[in-house]
């Protein structure tokens, strides 16, 4: 199980690693990535395929469980609204 | 192609029905066998596991990679195939390199596999990015979201559900190794891309080496105890 997340920055640096890893989006392309930044739709590689992959690793490395229903578009909209989404769930 | 890094098919029998194993490496060298990742991670890593077994054949060592039935070269269906055919096969697989090569062989396993690894009889255990069976199976569902469940495999209902269930089994010489970005315990971690996830298969040679000379590192070190 993974440990208790407490810091904002460590749900950051998640984030970014896995959008790297699981979209193969070089790091320093999504090191610049801000909140304002559009994801799903913007980018050519997360297109739906790439949606259950990217969930799925967020869960295991932040040792949370995402609802299917709690995903739509305003979530994965950008980098902003999936970030705020992860830091609901992995900071308690 | 015999050589060191030559290439080879053998044959290794499951329940009565013949399956295919690649071997990269001499039959009689120190083995390690590779349990692969499960579904479509199995293919997302097929790459990464071959550049893994090149690397470890040039170190000396016979790198053995079987089909588990109903995948690959395999006769025999995917739906017709139980969790236990897969258990049996890892602990068929590893009996086979051990009388080919006279030695007991490492158990080298990737995510899903392992799930399954411990079935097998080995002098220690690998595994790399273990993953628990109920994410996998989580993550087969929601490739539905994009339309095709369970990304067009087609598991018995009884291997989906201990699929479900299953966690990685506790061995006695077990070494885990997880990527840099994973917060997960691990003995080490090795930089590199979480190539399993790719909806387009690829590979990473930096990957690879950091992962075949962990292996190498831990096989010579139970070798050497």
């Known amino acids: 199980m993974v440990a208790a997340f407490n810091d904002e920055e460590e749900v950051t640096a998640t984030l970014r690693a896995v959008l790297a890893d699981v979209l193969g989006l070089a790091e320093d392309r999504v090191a610049a990535f801000d909140e ?27 040792g949370i469980l995402i609802e299917d229903h709690e995903v739509d578009a305003d979530m994965l909209e950008s980098f902003g609204s999936l970030l705020n989404y992860l830091r609901s769930k992995a900071l308690r | 192609m015999s050589g060191a890094g030559g290439l080879a098919f053998d044959r290794y029998t499951v329940d009565g029905c013949s399956e295919w194993m690649m071997r990269i490496g001499r039959a009689e060298a120190p083995p390690i066998v590779i349990v692969p990742a499960l579904f479509e991670e199995m293919n997302r890593t097929r790459a990464l596991v071959t550049a ?9 060592f016979g790198c053995w990679l079987p089909d588990l039935p109903g ?39 990737l995510r899903g596999g392992c799930l399954i690894d411990d079935a097998a009889e080995g002098a220690a255990h690998w595994r790399l990015a273990p993953a628990l069976g109920a994410s996998l199976a989580r993550d087969m569902e929601r490739s539905g979201m994009a339309g095709v469940a369970w990304a067009g495999y087609a598991p018995s ?7 479900e269930a299953a966690v990685p089994e ?27 996830r790719r909806s387009e298969p690829g590979t990473s040679a930096a990957l690879a080496a950091a992962a075949a000379a962990d292996l190498s590192g831990w096989a010579k070190t139970c070798a050497a105890s």
């Open chain 2, 71 to 109: 995948t690959g070269e395999s006769e025999r269906a995917l739906e017709e195939v139980s969790w236990d055919d897969w258990r049996t096969a890892v602990s068929e697989a590893a009996d086979h390199a051990a009388a080919a090569s006279g030695r007991s062989p490492v158990v080298a396993a």
């Open chain 2, 52 to 60: 893994m077994m090149r690397a470890l054949a040039a170190d000396g």
């Open chain 2, 157 to 163: 209902p009884s291997l989906r559900a201990e699929l």
């Open chain 2, 170 to 196: 506790q061995e006695a010489r077990l070494r885990t190794v997880r990527l840099a970005s994973d917060r997960n315990e691990a003995d080490a971690k090795i930089a590199g891309p979480a190539l399993w």
């Open chain 1, 36 to 62: 304002s930044t559009p994801l799903f739709g913007a980018l050519p590689e997360f297109d739906s395929m790439a949606v259950a992959g990217l969930l799925t690793e967020l869960e295991e490395r932040l």
